[in-house]
């Protein structure tokens, strides 16, 4: 089944039901597999088969339960987005003005106190009906329109119990100013409580504003990517530079860049030569030297050289889209833990209505007198405190900054089920090549035996070695090129995938390989076996070359390690994590160079199918294990793994092939990523604390459980200020994880 995914932005969720609600109305949608409701981004991501499913299916599903999408066949630009968000803040800092400056003015010549101070004309209950009905039905127009819209399909949110609770409120006042004498001919002092409902929706809504206004700053990430990328691009056509938009640019275009300017797209260097900051990127300080037929990544800073380059991926193919794509999804998916809090909320709302009930009834038949006015206020309390907002936003926001800081240092995270998971990891397994050392090989010696020459047998290497992509053929290839020999032309060329290759040069079948290979094709080692062991246990990897009857050389190729190995493995140790080293090497080598990095467990000879199955075995031990590669090559071990971490290089991130992408090539990131996981799980438990037991403590106050022992009550106006109180509670310490990590 062929099936995309889309990502959407949803107006009018304010709560963990509003998430619930839409989550369920569109995986009812036949054709959708999947989908995922974000409180914190406010946005929708659906997976679906495109031949059952329209855009029409989707926005009716979301509209359907009261709510509005906005789907275009492009990506909205996430310029707009803001903008549009930024006009929807201002309109909202318009309301709560009028809200409270109204409601401020009806609680002075309303309570008790303050009332002896206000003019004449703010004591008239008439006029105070005047000031609340802006405020009920203009300010409050959003609960209702919500609320009609879900009680239609037979579902509640938040909008609906401060719906319920306001209006209660504001009807009541309304009937008892309006009527005055009916209500004392049942022995009831009409004292109306405008200041009560007017003040409520005020306060709840600024604190909508405030938490609006936090959950921007959760988003910084992608803010600050999209602000790197380059406006304009100057291009030479036709032997003239010119000027033009960074999204006309095509691949294939030749770019020139001066110092101080920013690239504006993915290419390769043709001419020239500079020093490029690429701490957007990598995170490294130090800019990086490039000449021609390096690569260059858009949105990095041009520091001294003038240059031009091709360009070759330009639009949503660059990094920097890919990047941005990334940390978009990343923050818009779910992490298992928000599980617990999705199915709390789903009941949420309808408990908290037969709890409002029960409160009614209990202080209406044994409450004291008035036992109307106490009913009412305590099951106005009870709605209005009653919040799962701070449940709905206690995971998205952490995981919105946890997954941004990760991008700001180098590391992609895919999406909220990896960053979950890497805090569990106790055991990280790292591949060799590529992974702990640089990759890039060099001849360290050539060994002629028999009759044969130095340069013949470095000829005959690279003669066959040129036809394959692997690391130490390249090295053989190069080594041959700096000695200016001239390859042969390679016939029934093979590669042995975990041995070797081998083929036929002028009419001589050659095999070049480990002592695998040659084991194979009854080629005998022993006399050179001395030899090779010294070599390897050097650290460096010797390959034998030989005839289709003995052995005519040997090559060592020794590969350095990677700066950052020993700091990375050494961070990871502190954390009481196992490190592992799995290679296709030989024993020797690979023991010498996990002595040189201090790593106990070591597997070698393993060919790259077998990856995988050593995976399991660690696994089987009871362990989470993270397996650490180039991924590509590893793709198999990486997705058996707890968690998969590739070595991302250049533009050649390997995004699909991992959990997690090291774009930065620093193995210390490893450490990063599994701390980064612990400060963010840390944060979202916090969260869900405090959410969970806010209601907990609070809603059976609201009820009026102090009563008996203290005659406290929980006044609904001081309801509204804990409910706002909890949501942008959650979000700022979210916030502070910017600071943790």
């Not at 889309?6 to 989908?35: D, N, Y």
């Not at 900054?401 to 992609?412: M, P, Q």
């Not at 250049?650 to 959990?659: H, L, M, P």
Request: with cysteine; proline share 3%; aromatic share 6%.
């Amino acid at each position: 089944m062929n099936v995309i995914k889309k990502t959407f932005p949803i107006k009018g969720m304010h709560c963990a039901s509003c998430v619930t609600i839409l989550e369920r109305s569109l995986k009812k949608v036949e054709g959708v597999s999947q989908a995922t409701v974000n409180l914190a981004t406010e946005k929708a991501t659906v997976t679906y088969d495109p031949e059952k499913v329209t855009d029409q299916h989707l926005l009716s599903a979301v509209s359907n339960v009261g709510y509005e999408a906005s789907i275009s066949d492009e990506m909205k630009h996430e310029a707009d987005e803001q903008a549009e968000k930024q006009k929807e803040l201002k309109e909202l800092k318009i309301k709560v003005t009028v809200s409270l400056v109204l409601g401020g003015l009806i609680l002075w010549g309303s309570f008790p106190v303050l009332m002896q101070t206000a003019p004449m004309i703010l004591q008239n209950f008439r006029l105070q009906l005047l000031l609340a009905t802006p405020v009920q039905f203009w300010a409050g127009y959003g609960f209702y329109r919500a609320t009609i819209s879900t009680l239609r399909h037979r579902t509640a949110n938040m909008d609906t119990l401060v719906a319920l609770g306001t209006t209660v409120a504001f009807g009541y006042s309304a009937f008892v100013t309006l009527f005055p004498q009916l209500v004392m001919s049942i022995g009831i002092n009409p004292m109306p409580y405008f200041d009560t409902s007017a003040i409520i929706i005020g306060l709840i809504l600024l604190g909508r504003y405030f938490e609006a206004r936090a959950k921007a700053g959760t988003s910084e990430a992608i803010k600050k990517l999209i602000g790197m990328q380059a406006k304009t691009a100057r291009i030479i056509r036709d032997g003239k530079e010119e000027d033009i938009s960074i999204n006309e640019v095509m691949i294939g275009d030749i770019v020139r860049v001066r110092p101080g300017e920013k690239i504006p797209v993915d290419g390769i260097i043709v001419e020239g030569e500079s020093s490029i900051d690429e701490s957007m990127v990598t995170g490294e300080s130090i800019p990086a030297d490039k000449a021609k037929g390096d690569t260059v990544v858009g949105a990095t800073m041009n520091k001294t050289g003038s240059f031009t380059f091709r360009a070759t991926k330009v639009g949503q193919e660059t990094m920097l889209a890919q990047i941005i794509k990334l940390v978009q999804e990343a923050q818009g998916s779910k992490a298992p833990i928000q599980r617990l809090a999705d199915l709390v909320s789903s009941y949420f709302v309808p408990i908290v209505i037969i709890l409002a009930m029960g409160t009614f009834v209990v202080w209406y038949v044994f409450g004291p007198t008035p036992v109307l006015t106490f009913a009412l206020l305590n099951t106005v309390a009870v709605l209005i405190i009653a919040c799962p907002c701070a449940m709905g936003l206690a995971t998205p926001t952490a995981i919105m900054v946890g997954t941004g800081k990760g991008a700001e240092h180098g590391i992609l995270i895919k999406d909220a089920e990896s960053l979950e998971t890497a805090h569990k990891i106790n055991t990280v397994i790292f591949d060799k090549t590529g992974t702990l050392t640089n990759g890039k090989p060099e001849v360290t010696e050539v060994i002629p035996l028999g009759d044969h020459s130095k340069d013949e047998v470095l000829k005959i290497a690279a003669s066959i070695e040129k036809g394959s992509e692997h690391s130490l053929a390249e090295a053989i290839v190069k080594a041959a090129e700096v000695e200016n020999l001239n390859v042969s032309n390679v016939e029934k060329f093979q590669a042995i995938a975990g041995h070797g290759v081998e083929g036929v040069i002028d009419g001589q079948k050659i095999i070049f390989g480990n002592k695998r290979l040659m084991d194979r094709e009854g080629i005998a080692t022993k006399e050179v076996s001395n030899q090779i062991s010294a070599m390897e246990n050097a650290g460096k990897t010797v390959m034998m070359l030989a005839t289709s009857k003995q052995l005519i050389g040997l090559i060592a190729v020794a590969d350095t390690i990677k700066e950052s190995a020993r700091a990375g493995l050494l961070e990871l140790q502190k954390l009481g994590i196992e490190v592992a080293m799995i290679t296709g090497d030989n024993e020797r080598t690979a023991n010498a160079i996990a002595q040189q990095l201090g790593i106990n467990r070591v597997f070698a000879e393993v060919l790259p199918d077998q990856k995988e199955a050593h995976v399991r075995k660690i696994q089987a031990e009871g362990k989470k294990v993270a397996m650490v590669g180039d991924g590509i090559n590893d793709a198999p071990a990486l997705a058996v793994a707890d968690l998969g971490i590739a070595m991302g290089s250049g533009t050649d991130v390997a995004i699909e092939a991992a959990d997690i992408t090291l774009i930065n090539k620093d193995l210390r990131s490893v450490a990063g990523a599994i701390v980064l996981s612990k400060k963010t799980m840390r944060t979202i438990k916090m969260n869900l604390v405090w959410a969970f037991g806010y209601n907990i403590i609070l809603i059976p106050v609201a009820m009026g459980a102090l009563y008996p022992f203290f005659h406290l009550l929980l006044n609904p106006i001081f309801a509204s200020v804990a409910m706002a109180t909890s949501s942008v509670s959650v979000v700022t310490n979210s916030l502070l994880l910017k600071k943790r990590y």
